[in-house]
């Protein structure tokens, strides 16, 4: 596919997509809008009660603050799941990671409570995220900087001189500079100096648009199915040239317009405005910038390809064009239909009950109006009509003859409509399950009503809230989780270092797996938190009866664990950080063996006399030892004796049988004697 043919096809989808949103949605968003705001119907008459009832506005802001605070509260909406034991630590620092950019890097709060705000009353709040590396330039002045401090400065990457002052140094006389300058040495200076920093923004950028400024094709279903996708806003021109666009190219699209003026929503939205207000001409140095993600079959293989189209201008010339591997939008819609994109909102289901109870309102007042002040008759030509005008209490009407002036008295009907506002109201509440009763409101539901009865009440509007926040869990805040996560493992090419836990830790998520999946946790209401934490405190207490009855090592439970469940306890109560309170520990943290217990002086005492029996007895097993040695010894010298005597006299009566007389002493053979002495020690 050429230039010319894909500018031809992104043109037809953007085309196509807008005219789409421009005709057929945004007409009822503005409409939801004026609704909102309270803005005459059109069908007021003068004279007559003009009053608008508030219950669209009423109905959005009783579910905002719970939306909120469940999402913004101290548990994580949202968690990575690891695949396995090993990515226990990975997952957990991914949660951080992605947290810290929501709510750090950008202003979650803010951002969010506008898209809660568009789903509950536009039919559906949209989020865009992308990896903003744009520059971002600032400008700083520095005073009396030395030459060293001056080329460390300008040594900085990105780092510009504008304007460089060479002053005198202070503190130095006239009479030194002469004598420095009559030596040829330089005099010393210091400087003024005005600099340009340039640096890389280098961050996940989220943020939420005007409902009217996203566009999709009419036949998606979801962001999924869709064949184009896109965003549309009126770029300043320096916005374009930081992203990197060529400004001479960028000045050959400007347009006047700041704004999407030639919508409905635009002027339901700023509804007290004649115009868009006096700007000056650099804002109005304005270019009509699309973004579009769309499938196109680039390469000619019969397949379509995900692409991401950048346009300017109202002719859409194409300024970039790359693959994309996903479509980086969300969609938050609280009260979504199967096979449409867009659903119902809080808007759609009150904006009937807001125009037929203003009427009654109007009708009501009116009733009392006239019963107050009732119309008058006269007779023409018979009385003074300024005395008849004259509204002053206790005024004179001048008349000509008795009963020339009656009033026409009607009777307080708007009491007979009492009981139809209560049936809008009940209507309303059985629509979006906002009850007064829920909300604490009622005196006559909670008075005198049982504590199940009060929690059954809050417990069934409280479903409508849940099922409100797990959809915008499910399809809004997962899907962009996953996104951002994808981005930050792209995209972020060296370790950060930020602040969790009042600790600096660093993140790296190039060794992360982007394909983690989320779970999300979502809980309403006081009754939730009291039972969960009613559970929890169950948990705790069979905690510490395992621990009392089989030791601190036991198979079963641990201080991990019990440390564990005493964060989720502050977590539920609203404190984000548990470490104020407990030492974080490994969840299979295993205590170190107990030391002995240190003894009493009565005990040492005691055990010295111990050790002093013991060592006594030891020596006196010793010597018994020796004694015994000693006979032993003294025992087998006798015995050996007493063998060589025996041995010496069975020799010498064997030399006698012989018949060898001789002298025992000189003539026996001693070598024969030794062998006889140790075969009779042996035996």
């Known amino acids: 596919m050429d230039e010319g043919e894909l500018e031809s096809t992104v043109r037809q989808y953007i085309t196509d997509a807008i005219q789409y949103i421009d005709d057929d949605i945004s007409p009822i968003r503005a409409e939801s809008t004026r609704y909102y705001k309270g803005d005459p119907f059109g069908n007021e008459v003068d004279g007559r009660s003009q009053v608008v009832s508030r219950d669209v506005r009423d109905s959005v802001q009783a579910v905002l603050p719970s939306m909120m605070r469940v999402f913004f509260g101290s548990e994580k909406t949202v968690e990575f799941v690891p695949r396995n034991a090993n990515d226990v630590a990975m997952a957990e620092q991914a949660t951080d990671y992605i947290n810290y950019i929501l709510q ?17 009353m536009n039919k559906g709040g949209f989020l865009k995220w992308w990896w903003d590396d744009s520059l971002e330039v600032h400008t700083h002045n520095f005073e009396g900087l030395d030459e060293g401090a001056l080329a460390l400065i300008l040594q900085e990457d990105g780092v510009e001189a504008i304007s460089v002052e060479a002053i005198p140094a202070p503190g130095v006389s006239e009479e030194q500079l002469m004598q420095m300058e009559a030596q040829g040495m330089p005099a010393p200076q210091v400087y003024n100096v005005e600099i340009k920093r340039s640096k890389k923004r280098d961050r996940v950028k989220i943020e939420t648009m005007p409902p009217e400024e996203f566009f999709v094709d009419a036949a998606a279903t979801s962001l999924d199915d869709a064949m184009v996708v896109g965003h549309r806003t009126m770029a300043t021109v320096s916005s374009l040239v930081a992203l990197g666009y060529d400004r001479d190219m960028l000045e050959d699209h400007l347009t006047d317009e700041v704004a999407f003026t030639n919508t409905d929503e635009y002027w339901a939205r700023y509804s007290d405005r004649s115009d868009i207000g006096p700007l000056s001409a650099y804002e109005r140095r304005r270019v ?14 019969g397949i379509a390809e ?17 693959p994309a591997s996903s479509i980086p939008f969300a969609m938050f819609a609280c ?21 037929i109870k203003s009427a009654v309102l109007r009708g009501m007042l009116d009733s009392l109006s006239f019963a107050l002040y009732p119309r008058t008759s006269v007779v023409e030509g018979m009385v003074d009509i300024d005395d008849v005008l004259n509204p002053e209490v206790g005024s004179i009407i001048r008349m000509r003859q008795p009963g020339m ?7 307080f009907l708007g009491k007979d409509a009492f009981p139809m506002v209560s049936y809008l109201d009940d209507m309303k509440e059985s629509r979006t399950g906002q009850t007064a009763a829920s909300q604490g409101l009622d005196p ?18 409280e479903q409508h809230l849940e099922m409100m926040a797990r959809l915008f869990a499910e399809t809004g805040f997962k899907r962009m989780f996953k996104g951002i996560l994808k981005l930050v493992i792209e995209h972020q090419d060296r370790e950060r270092i930020i602040r969790l836990r009042d600790e600096w830790v660093p993140i790296d998520p190039r060794v992360w797996d982007s394909t983690m999946d989320c779970s999300v946790n979502v809980g309403l209401g006081s009754g939730m938190t009291d039972e969960r934490l009613a559970v929890l405190n169950q948990v705790m207490m069979r905690q510490q009866e395992a621990m009392e009855k089989l030791g601190p090592n036991n198979p079963l439970v641990g201080l991990g ?4 469940t005493l964060a989720k306890m502050l977590e539920i109560s609203g404190y984000k950080d548990s470490n104020q309170f407990f030492k974080p520990i490994p969840i299979d943290y295993e205590p170190p063996p107990p030391e002995p217990p240190k003894p009493s002086p009565e005990e040492l005492l005691a055990q010295a006399q111990m050790a002093d029996i013991q060592a006594r007895t030891a020596i006196d097993q010793q010597k018994l030892q020796l004694d015994a040695m000693k006979s032993e010894a003294l025992d ?8 060589g005597d025996i041995a010496i006299r069975e020799f010498q009566a064997e030399a006698k049988v012989a018949g060898q007389q001789a002298d025992f002493e000189n003539d026996v053979d001693l070598e024969v004697l030794k062998a006889r002495l140790r075969e009779a020690y042996d035996k």
Not at 335 to 355: C, M, N, W, Y
Not at 405 to 411: I, N, R
């Open 405 to 411: 002036v009656q009033q026409l008295d009607v009777p």
């Open 335 to 355: 009260d979504p239909e199967p096979h449409v994109f867009f659903g119902s909102d809080l808007a759609d289901l009150t904006k009937d009950i807001q125009r």
């Open 561 to 564: 664990n019990i440390r564990h």
């Open 444 to 461: 006559d539901v909670l008075q005198s009503t049982t504590r199940a009865a009060v929690t059954a009440t809050i417990r069934g509007a």
């Open 306 to 322: 995900l692409r991401r189209v950048c346009t300017v201008g109202d002719n859409y010339k194409v300024v970039n064009n790359e």
């Open 636 to 643: 087998e010298r006798e015995s050996a004796r007493i063998a």
């Open 104 to 120: 750090q890097d950008n202003d979650a709060v803010g951002i969010f409570y506008s898209v809660f705000k568009d789903a509950l």
């Open 288 to 301: 009509l910038y699309v973004e579009a993600w769309c499938y196109i079959d680039y390469d000619g293989d």
